[in-house]
């Protein structure tokens, strides 16, 4: 099971771009890299998923390099809303207990 | 609409008080999760199930007990609830094993 790791914490200011980077060095084949947003007293929301290259969707675009050891979720001018933790996983395609491993997240807080 | 829905959202309860938490989603989703959240230990997942009549254990399945009876509803038992399950817990589902989770709202239970 590839272990993760992202920054503990961001700070940003409404309006910045804002990228937060995961290693992930022993990622397999099979596995796929997935991103979640969780709000205080929320559950986790999706926000994208990849398995190499690059993905974008109309909130957020990921970064995968070729030799996939890391990833980064890129926020476009980000706002207060935008305040959350956010996860990111490495999952087996065949393995469904393997695919939503959350680590601590990092904790994006946007100023004013 | 496409929801999770667990209930109770809250409960404060004493230390072997026999309690089940019900989740149910209408998405037709083969796949659910039960996840536990504490803080500074992020997400860690108690049971999962691939369908109806299976299920597994996740990170941490002790003192607790799943059942998949019906395709959409995946309940939470605790026998024997103790402090240390004190907790915010949530249901999740998805449609295959590489797709996103929904997240329920959330349950906050207090055992005392």
């Known amino acids: 099971l590839a272990k993760t790791t992202q920054p503990i914490s961001m700070d940003s200011y409404e309006g910045q771009e804002v990228n937060i980077t995961c290693s992930h060095n022993?990622?397999?084949?099979?596995?796929?890299i997935t991103w979640y947003q969780q709000f205080p007293s929320q559950g986790p929301r999706f926000i994208i998923q990849?398995?190499?290259t690059k993905v974008t969707n109309e909130v957020a675009s990921l970064f995968i390099p070729a030799d996939r050891k890391s990833s980064t979720l890129s926020l476009p001018r980000v706002s207060l809303s935008d305040t959350a933790v956010y996860y990111c996983l490495v999952g087996d395609l065949g393995n469904y207990g393997q695919n939503f491993v959350f680590g601590p997240g990092t904790r994006l807080s946007v100023l004013p | 609409e496409a929801q999770v829905t667990q209930n109770p959202r809250y409960l404060i309860t004493v230390t072997g008080k026999k309690l089940t938490v019900t989740c149910s989603q209408n998405?037709?989703?083969?796949?659910m999760s039960w996840y536990r959240q504490d803080p500074g230990l992020g997400l860690r997942q108690i049971y999962y199930?691939?369908?109806?009549?299976?299920?597994d254990k996740g990170d941490v399945p002790e003192g607790y007990k799943v059942s998949r009876k019906e395709k959409r509803n995946f309940p939470l038992i605790l026998e024997s609830p103790s402090p240390n399950q004190t907790s915010l817990y949530f249901c999740?589902?998805?449609?295959?094993?590489?797709?996103?989770?929904?997240f329920g709202p959330g349950t906050r239970l207090t055992v005392t």
């Open positions: 999740a589902s998805s449609s295959g094993l590489a797709d996103e989770q929904y």
């Open positions: 990849g398995y190499k």
């Open positions: 199930s691939m369908n109806v009549e299976v299920t």
């Open positions: 998405m037709n989703h083969e796949y």
């Open positions: 022993n990622i397999a084949t099979n596995d796929y």
